[in-house]
């Protein structure tokens, strides 16, 4: 059976962080509950989906951990109605340090829920203030223990590096107070200010280039100490800990996502549904009528993402299946540009793969664009 | 068409520093004399080339017949011949002028007499037209009318105690202008039946009757099947029709003849056949001599034209020669650059011109381009006796082989305001001005007179005065000859390449200062690789001075959920698309910007 990811798109956070630009605001408990039952109505509205099995589902935000553990359990359980899930299915939620409880983890848990992702960032008082996070260090390790507590064994911490203000030190410091803690998975993303948000119209005290290089080389340093290994280019963990959820986008693993402006990518289409919350409101049982920017992917299209997102991974792109997926190797199409950046050092290949080495993860973007084809 | 008495017929055109208004009391007296109505104007006379109208100066000269009843009663024909009014276009103005009687001058009432004002004003006086001046914009809060009355006796010595003062924008006393036009500008003299002897003042390219020629009879008639033929080129072409010109069109009549301004074709293919400055005859009887004046232009700066997107070379290829057709003036011939590809090297009149082909270009046919550094026509001598004229920098000989150089000098005017005599003599002197004197204009404006050598004009020097003066310094030049100077060839190496279209030739006392401002403006321009880049310029074998662009040394590691794929993509393609925007030279890419850099080197 073909596999198939769910992604559950909660557009809801207590307070707005400063550098967010997904999808999210806050919203009283009416407005709240009126999305979910809206997202519950897309979900039964869908087309039966027996002919895939269900390995991952992510819930993501704003901040899932806002809705009353109940509701979660509500849309799993609908869901699960719906699809086939795999016994050992990887089900993840987002959580902010201070929103969760006890009884709602064990809700959770007992719902299905075997992953937590945990926004925590940073550290610092003064970063997080920075931020515009809600929470404390303290928060984090209230709820971080919590979550132990109550059996989840599986646990991601969110940490953001090349912050405004921040130092080597601290980064450094960051990494170790969270890698101390022993979760199975360290997402370390840096900070991008993107337009719109509160930052990009503040003037910010960014890290220079050298140092937030040096930030990146440090954190597999750091974190390779604790047994943690980089498998994506921000993506740290321990064995056999990986987020299956996120290596199935990265290798083109069909997903669909349901809610406010989550995006899909089934058979050779990609969609997004709107972003717009009335509508989608008044439309969430006809999910046909959500659906925006649908995209039929050519082939070209598809070799173009395997190879970019592909590059994202450590293992990079697994040669003999892309030859099996486009029926030509990669060397036959992107000959010229593995040369001249194998040459500079910048890609690495192997009999199996094609993947970024160090210097090439730095200057990825570079890298990346040049496997988009002019024609195929 | 009934016969038309010479006496009623007034041939003028208008001369103006540029803004003045020159064109505006052109549409005015059209406006005024009943040949459009107020919403014709708006959709015809209007409507020239978009580039005309957005830099406000005329390019190609316009010609419109109206008719006047004045005063007396009687009706008059205008023929209103209005010239280009930039230093670049010289030779065609002082031809228009040749096709005229008489001159309205307009002057700002606010900002005075310009040099080109003067520059144009001589060249009427020269012609011996009667010159009417008339005052403009005296609507303007800082307008000065009796300041500029006295400035236009005392600087140009012609009366101007009764010159209209107007507002060609609102249409304020132009009817004083137009009874002036009558009373002062003379009617036209020639006799009808002696043998045809016209002037071409302008020509232009029409797809469907060929070349179309613009021209003042002096003496004869020419009509329908009359044999022509041109003095100079000596094509001879039969007349298929004749006509006057009516606003934005060409209006047929039965026959021109001495005195009047109209226009011939004669399936003439070929633009380069119709000099401007030429004199028409009739090829079965001709006149006994042409008309004084011609000379045929030559292109003053040369540049290398290329795509900036190498695969569009074809559609650049025939680009050129359409607009030659109806520019006889613009030169090309095909070139090709290692670091650039296929492309055409071009000689034009003066940087304007450059600018509005490169403009015209760029917009009428949809192309990107990328200019090289521009150069003038060098002379070398070379140890063998032989002499090249030399517009490309990287066909110098090498240096072995030469004996001397040397480079063309113009005699520059500048008028400015006495404040600011100082920076403009530094300027001057920095681009090796020779100073020939000044004079004083009035207590606040003088006129610089200098020899400059014309490469140190052709760069920036327009922008460079404007800025040091505040906009208040006004420009002209003419040519002077050839003068002997010590000049190198300046090449510009990038990651350890010599890039043929950014070397320039430059006078060896300026080749250092040169070279370090190519590098650093080289260094802002162009982008950070993946490697470190350094740029080099060099004389010979000589590094004289260096930048490095650091090599890029992390890029944004996004975060990127599967929902971001498509935008992602998007970021990538952008990223993409910039690359295609650049050259490949080497390892490196050189954004098209970077090419046109050297244009602009004052950094004061």
Redesign the interface.
Known sequence: MKEL?L?IHIPFCIQKCRYCDFLSGPADDASKYRYTKALIREIESLPEGRESIITTVFF?GGTPSVLPGEWTARILETLKKRFSFAADAEITTEANPGTVDKEKLRIWRESGINRISFGCQSSFHEELQMLGRIHTWEDFLESYALARESGFDNINIDLMSGLPGQKLKTWETTLHRAAELKPEHISA??L?VEEGTPFASMNLDLPD??T??MM?SRTREILAGYGYGRYE??NYALQGRECRHNI??WIRTP?I?LGL???S?FGST?F?NTADMKEYLRNSAHPDRLRR?I?HLEKKDEI??TM??GL?LARGIDKRRFEKTFGKTVREIYAPVLDKYID?G?LKETEEAVFLTEDG??????V???F?LDSY | MATINQKNIRNFCIIAHIDHGKSTLADRIIQQTGLLTEREMQAQVLDNMDLERERGITIKAQTVRTVYRAKDGEEYIFNLIDTPGHVDFNYEVSRSLAACDGAILVVDAAQGIEAQTLANVYLALDHDLDVLPVINKIDLPSAEPERVISEIEDVIGIEAQDAPQISAKTGLNVDQVLEQIVERIPSPVGDPKAPLKALIFDSIYDAYKGVIVFCRLREGTVKKGTRIRMMATGAVEEVVEVGYFGAGQFIPCDELSAGMVGYITASIKTISDTRVGDTITDADHPCDEPLPGYKKVNPMVYYGLYPADRAKYQDLRDAPHQLQLNDASLFYEPETSVALGFGFRCGFLGLLHLEIIQERLEREYGLDLITTAPSVIYKVHKTNGEIIDLTNPTNLPDPSEIDYMEEPMVKAEIMVTTEFIGQIMDLCQERRGQYQGMEYMETTRALLKYHLPLNEIIYDFFDALKSRSRGYASFDYEMLGYERSDLVKLDILVNKEEVDALSFIVFAGSAYERGRKMCEKLKEEIPRQLFEIPIQAAVGSKIIARETVRAMRKDVLAKCYGGDISRKKKLLEKQKEGKKRMRQVGNVEIPQKAFMSVLKLDDK
Do not use: K, P, W
């Open positions: 990811e992604y993501g993303y840096s991008i280039e050298d937030e290089r990146y280019i921000s199935g986008y997903y996502g402006g989550a995006s990518l990609r997004t920017n995209e173009e993402e970019f997102l994202r500079l910048l993860i730095s200057v990825s973007n570079a990346m664009a040049e988009l």
